[in-house]
């Protein structure tokens, strides 16, 4: 077995490597406790692995199950492990015999960066044994001799293994290790936030000395009191409360989420027991924060790019934010600030579907948070059944009004191509006339390059300059409202217009078209139905190019236009109350919205969330989709958005009226249905919840070994072989996500970023793609943010 002391001493070639590796590592700015390299054997590795790295563990049968699979492992060239290294002060390592000398240097390189990190991360302060033991809620002292936290965890642990021995030999080997067995079931209950925090947790005491709770007693003057209030009818009394308080009663009073100290201090156990327990809850206390700053699939929570986020620049797409589309974002509970953002190509991905039609699409290890507001939950670990909770933006809208303009196209003319030619319009004429001209050439290449031989040979159109709004205002807003409901846009006839029953609203939209474009539009009576005409081809062209308005029949096409998504609350309110004049119910139902459209129902939907309105959306089976809202959120749409026509908003508040009684609602919904699927996915990390954060990726510190190796270590001949050691390590592993090459990965985008100064506002201002590619503001503040990050990561875990 493998000691903690070397058997022998390092050969002097890797002593000397050694010296100039731990040099090379503090003049890259590492702090890490001294360091002992010990070389073993591939058995004493497996064997010293089997124990989780500790030379000695108590006995059980897990350890020799471990070894078997290690060595079957080795043999069979399954894995290898190259090297380990413990959390202790001074900090231990393994170097493999056998290993080259680049293996080596690599492992001792790799072990600076881990024992930085084991010195410097705020999750291992709970690992610190200078603190008062476990149960004082006194805070962390720090040695006062070399001002490093202690840390004898190779002694721990072989004191923990003879404690268990001492018990296996007086109770026999049987009733210790299944006890073990309970004990490691339940070793994963405990509370190290807590524990860092405030020390042993404590189940609150009842105050002796609070007065005992008087009996009621029935209302009497005092000379009935005794006929009113008799001995017998107190004493029931009494113990009718004393009943009630033992029934309401709880133990414990508080909750505590550190099982294992509760087992400790609560459960029956033999004093035997009670030691094992405590070695047990030790040291999964030890083992907790390299676990929680290993798991890497927790960490990058990713949408699919068309989902749609609340930011402070309106509604955007996942794709939009993370190209830098706006820098605040609502968490469910509170704005927050972007400071990162990830794209993660061709990933596994679920869809999930609610009750009320909600749909999220995301990362196979997406969280969502659960109905209770605490529990988080990945996608694909959900099932049918399972109640989310839902959120709105929290009223959060775009602060300004989108800009608009619009230039109308001019129709080329025979004038233009002479001109651009250096010819007259007659050797124009003569020219497409199949005459030879000495400048024939020059006319063919100039109407090649204004296709004007495409053009219809119709007199040249004389367009008026449209006057467009400077910003799209709520009367925009309501244009577009009234043209994605029952509206429609022809540039083949050059014109757009409404079809409607209700002459209010006729009146309505050929006013608005007035004030806000400067045109008279025509209205006339087809039927029982107004048609309301504008006859301005730019006016068609400025709508289907500024806002993406659809052409023709395309009722199965329509969306909410992006720029209506990007605007203050009085534009979406506006467009909102125009299209559900036209394709809006209001009746004895409440409201429903019905549209051939399921983008547009989906957005429709997500709009009015933010409002405060909850609503179901389902396809009917004539293929069209209704957004169906009822009870209290009927009332919160009349107030909020409402219908501008009257005879839709009586009928509304009719209903309000007699609905006085409504049912709360919940802002949680059913999961239905879920269904994989594979896509991009976007990632964003936000300011304090961190719920978009990666979690736990560095802690593999390859970024520290590849610095150091390549800068320092290697000489040109051993290149080529750490390049192909690292290879190995670096690379995919099918469909594994490699926290090696993800950690790596994460340490050179934050150096390269707070090097070369890509954050803040004039970066994200910055949309010139050249200008962004050698962005380099020569900052040098990479080296300082890792070390802000490894200090940090990991210690916003919240109770």
Known sequence: MASTGLREALPEYLREWQEKIEAYARRSGLDFFPQVFEVLSFDEMNEVASYGGFPTRYPHWRWGMDYERLKKSSEYGLSRIYEMVINNNPCVAYLLEGNSLTDQKLVMAHVCGHNDFFKNNYAFKVTDQDRRPPGRAEDMVVSRMDRLPTRKWIDTFANHASRVRRHMDRYGVSPVEEFIDVCHSLENLIDPPGRMLEGRPRVPEKDENAPAEEVPRLKSSGYM??????????????????????????????????????????????????????????????????????????????????????????????????????????????????????????????????????????????????????????????????????????????????????SAPRSVTLDDVADEAGVSVWTVLRHRAGRVTRSGAAVAQVLEA?????????????????????????????????LVGDGHVSRVKRHLGLTTGDLPQAVQFATLIHDAFGLEAQTRLDGNRYRVLVHAESLSDF????????????AARKRVPAKVMRSPVGVVKAFLR????????????GVILSTASAEMSREVQLLLMNFGVLSRRRLQKDGCWRVHVAGASAARFAEAVGFGLERKQAALEAYVAGHHWTKAERWDDEVVSLERGRSDVYDISVEDTHRY??????????????NIMTGYACDA?????????????????????????????LYRNIEERWNKGRFGKEWEDC????????????????????????????RDVHR
Request: hydrophobic share 35%; net charge negative.
């Open 225 to 406: 009191d005794s006929f009113i209030n008799p001995k017998e009818y107190l004493d029931a009394q009494r113990a009718k409360m004393d009943a009630e308080a033992a029934k309401a009663k709880r133990f414990p009073e508080s909750p505590v989420r550190d099982v294992l100290w509760f087992l400790l201090e609560n459960a029956p156990l033999e004093r035997w027991e009670r030691d094992v327990l405590e070695v047990i809850r030790e040291e999964a206390y030890y083992f907790w924060p390299q676990a929680q700053t290993k798991v890497m699939n927790e960490g990058w929570a990713c949408l699919h790019p068309n989902s749609l986020v609340f930011t402070s620049a309106g509604v955007v797409t996942m794709r939009e934010l993370v190209e830098g589309a706006s820098d605040t974002v609502f968490d469910g509970d509170a704005r927050r600030r972007v400071y990162d953002q990830n794209i993660i190509r061709d990933h596994e991905t679920v869809t999930v579907r609610t009750r009320r039609g909600v749909d999220l699409c995301g990362s196979t290890n997406h969280r969502v948070l659960l109905s209770d507001g605490e529990t988080w939950k990945r996608l694909d670990e959900l099932a049918p059944g399972d109640r989310v909770q839902l959120s709105g933006g929290g009223g959060m809208w775009a602060e300004e009004e989108v800009a608009l303009s619009f």
């Open 543 to 554: 709508m289907v190019e500024t806002f993406g308005l659809t052409e023709g029949p395309s």
């Open 450 to 482: 204004t296709a004007y031989e495409e053009t219809p040979w119709v007199l040249p159109t004389r367009r008026k300059a449209l006057k467009v709004p400077a910003t799209l205002d709520a009367r925009v807003g309501a244009i577009l409202g009234y």
């Open 578 to 589: 125009a299209y559900f004049d036209c394709d809006g119910y209001a009746g004895r139902q």
């Open 767 to 794: 949309t010139n793609l050249e200008d962004r590619l050698h962005w380099d503001r020569q900052l040098g503040l990479g080296r300082k943010k890792i070390f802000e990050v490894r200090a940090l990561h990991g």
């Open 693 to 706: 954060a990666a979690g736990g990726v560095v802690n593999h510190n390859s970024f520290w070994h590849s």
């Open 717 to 745: 001949s051993e290149i080529i072989d750490y390049s192909d050691r690292n290879a190995s390590v670096m690379g995919g592993g099918g469909k594994n996500l490699n926290p090696y090459k993800l950690g790596v990965e």
